[in-house]
């Protein structure tokens, strides 16, 4: 176990529709970093999340969007949902002036 | 241009043989960090070892070791003593600017699918 916890598991939805994807960071951990791994584009860092606010966007569309909470869990946020979304969508979490990224074991979203 | 190119897409290797994995990286910040993560078929993505741009010595950890080559700007890794557990894919990663410490976002490797064979 990583510490950093995603939920839901697994998704199965329709196109249009809007979902919503959850991480726990590991106890401690300021910052969260949203990514997405899919077939045809690999990994692809969406969005960065320091104590509450955005530090960095990458290549997250328009339709998404994402939030961290107080209690630093965040939320990522996929709407309008198409084919081209499913993939697997990682969460992972960092401490101030560490190297290292700890991965979630992902949300694994298929829309049909 | 690619950042960090991965050239072997898949390999196979014998249980308990030495096994290399290729990374090459292009950057023209002097201060970078190198990464390799293993992802098992099960899906999650685990940490397995680090070089910064200005370590001197090699990085280890266990079974995994980095062979670093600034000049060339190579990141291979080395896992000695293949067992089967380390069939997965592995991923190559680098993060620009790691010393003033506004950039954690990571640029990934292709990654290349590691087979061991019993």
């Known amino acids: 176990d990583s510490g950093v916890t995603q939920t839901p598991k697994h998704l199965i939805t329709a196109t249009g529709q809007r979902v919503t994807l959850r991480c726990s960071p590991r106890?401690?951990?300021?910052?969260v970093y949203w990514y997405q791994q899919s077939l045809d584009q690999g990994l692809q860092f969406l969005i960065q999340?320091?104590?509450?606010?955005?530090?960095a966007k990458g290549n997250i569309l328009e339709r998404f969007s994402a939030q961290q909470f107080p209690d630093l869990h965040s939320e990522l946020n996929l709407s309008s949902l198409e084919l081209g979304d499913s993939a697997l969508y990682f969460c992972?979490?960092?401490?101030?002036?560490?190297?290292?990224?700890?991965f979630g074991a992902g949300s694994r979203l298929t829309v049909l | 241009a690619q950042k960090i190119t991965q050239t072997q897409p898949g390999m196979f290797v014998q249980e308990k043989e030495a096994v290399t994995l290729d990374c090459t990286y292009d950057?023209?910040?002097?201060?970078?960090?190198l990464f390799w993560y293993k992802q098992p078929s099960s899906g999650e993505m685990i940490f397995l070892i680090y070089?910064?741009?200005?370590d001197q010595q090699n990085a280890t950890e266990g079974r995994y070791s980095l062979n670093f080559q600034k000049a060339r700007k190579s990141a291979n890794l080395v896992i000695s003593a293949s067992q089967l557990g380390d069939s997965a894919m592995y991923f190559c990663?680098?993060?620009?600017?790691?010393?003033?410490?506004?950039?954690?976002?990571?640029?990934w490797g292709a990654g290349t699918k590691l087979i061991i064979k019993p």
């Open positions: 992972a979490s960092t401490s101030t002036g560490a190297n290292v990224l700890t």
């Open positions: 106890s401690g951990d300021l910052s």
């Open positions: 999340y320091y104590n509450g606010e955005e530090r």
């Open positions: 950057t023209s910040d002097p201060s970078y960090g």
């Open positions: 070089q910064g741009s200005y």
């Open positions: 990663a680098m993060r620009e600017g790691y010393l003033t410490g506004s950039n954690y976002q990571l640029i």
